[in-house]
């Protein structure tokens, strides 16, 4: 798994004025703009315990709090992307990924969407690749 905070608007010089925001509070949490110049990403983490992508994510809110708020108050777009890979499912039957109430209540003040992306290879590509 991995997930990052995401970062979207037209306005390139208020998106470079929030990453210099979020670089005073954690120096290396914004690295670069997206190939597309509308955004950027921000790595947040890539545990392989769903608990620990929970604490991640509440602790940038948290930290990151006034940042988010002035980047929301702009009408920057945010949201958080979980990256699911094959192999943080394979072998189950199901797999779950809760969102705890406090967690909802924590992005929506925020102003943080979410968002999960799941990247499974089926069995053609990996004969593809072979």
């Known amino acids: 798994m991995y997930n990052v905070l995401r970062f979207f608007s037209d306005d390139v010089d208020l998106l470079k004025e929030v990453a210099g925001k979020l670089n005073e509070v954690r120096s290396d949490f914004y690295d670069g703009m997206n190939r597309a110049g509308d955004g950027f990403s921000c790595s947040v983490c ?3 315990s769903w608990e620990e992508h929970l604490s991640a994510m ?8 006034p940042v988010l708020a002035f980047a929301r108050e702009k009408g920057v777009e945010m949201e958080f992307d979980v990256a699911i890979d094959k192999e943080d499912v394979e072998g189950r039957f199901y797999t ?6 406090d967690l909802l209540r924590q992005l929506a003040e925020a102003g943080v969407a979410y968002m999960v992306t799941c990247y499974y290879v089926t069995d053609s590509e990996e004969e593809n690749e072979a």
């Open 46 to 48: 890539d545990a392989d």
């Open 58 to 65: 509440r602790e940038t809110l948290a930290g990151f709090s």
């Open 96 to 101: 779950s990924f809760d969102l705890p109430l």
